[in-house]
């Protein structure tokens, strides 16, 4: 894998280098996110072979499944080498219906956490992202806090916000120190989105600005999901320009786009992830960004 590394919470005392291209688990679950995986031994497979790539900046969250991803994540990987950063999201539930409700009081939170540091056998988390639903559940500021209480507790080693919008981050910036952000973000989908299920998922170009402005590194989840379904001539003029998948140029126009981005594409396909892999090696020239803008 040919990739750039990346530095998360460069301002902290211990800073995480991760390669600039990581792994997203939500697709190892079963149908709906939900339960497990149709092909477990593949997907065991995929997260065995995201090592041997070189990949080191792995996305998971508890409620996955659930506890889906962190089981299969502990089965393949544990023990885990040094360098592996595993990241989890709280803030967030499923219900016996599937749906997905707001688990953010500081009680949810610490019960996430703990769930979080059992099922995936570790001691400290080293990146968890508070996840937002759409000002739903306790407040914000009430939520951020408990996770930096988390943090001096030693059970988080870093703390990063998802599904915030410019307002929230830099509210939470002005708490303490924010790692990350994993926002919705693609060629197809740079600004807030209202969702089928009623809720609005934040992203933009404003949020990427202030993480480029401040060093933070900007994790983008549903980078594909909201840029495949629609035709996009100029994409697809540049796949075919580069030999490539559609899917390639939308991860490596994210990879050019910014070096403060941190793809995690995820897939429950070994031959998808094998070929999201080859996106590193895709060299988008200025003309080509220009012509994608």
């Not at 709906?32 to 995929?46: F, T, V």
């Not at 070189?54 to 962190?70: K, L, R, S």
């Not at 988390?150 to 870093?158: A, N, R």
Request: net charge positive; hydrophobic share 35%; with cysteine.
């Amino acid at each position: 894998m040919n990739t750039q590394e990346i530095i998360i919470a460069g301002k902290s005392k211990k800073p995480l280098k991760v390669k600039r291209f990581g792994y997203g688990t939500m697709r190892l679950t079963g149908e709906g996110i939900w339960g497990e995986p149709a092909n477990r031994p593949e997907a065991l497979q995929i997260l065995k072979q995201c090592i041997k790539s070189g990949i080191n900046f792995i996305d998971t969250a508890d409620y996955y499944g659930e506890d889906v991803t962190n089981r299969l994540i502990k089965e393949a990987l544990y023990p885990y080498t040094a360098d592996l950063v595993i990241c989890t999201k709280v803030g967030g539930a499923r219900k016996p219906d599937k749906s997905w409700v707001p688990f953010n009081s500081p009680e949810n939170l610490r019960s996430s956490i703990d769930n979080n540091l059992r099922t995936l056998k570790l001691e400290q988390i080293a990146l968890v992202h508070f996840r937002t639903f759409g000002g739903r559940g306790a407040p914000f500021k009430e939520s951020m806090d408990a996770m930096f209480e988390l943090q001096k507790e030693g059970k988080i080693l870093h703390v990063g916000v998802s599904n915030v919008g410019p307002d929230e981050l830099q509210t939470a910036m002005a708490m303490g120190n924010i790692a990350t952000v994993e926002n919705m973000y693609g060629h197809g989908q740079r600004k807030s989105l209202k969702q089928a299920w009623g809720e609005e998922t934040k992203g933009g170009e404003e949020v990427l600005a202030i993480c480029e402005k401040n060093k933070i590194p900007l994790v983008p989840y549903f980078s594909l999901v909201n840029s495949m379904p629609k035709k996009d001539d100029k994409i697809a003029t540049i796949a075919k320009k580069h030999n490539a998948t559609v899917a390639q140029i939308n991860l490596a126009w994210l990879l050019h786009r910014s070096p403060w981005i941190l793809p995690i594409p995820g897939t429950s396909s070994l031959k998808h992830f094998e070929e999201n892999l080859k996106t590193t090696e895709i060299k988008l020239s200025d003309e080509d960004m220009k012509f994608l803008e």
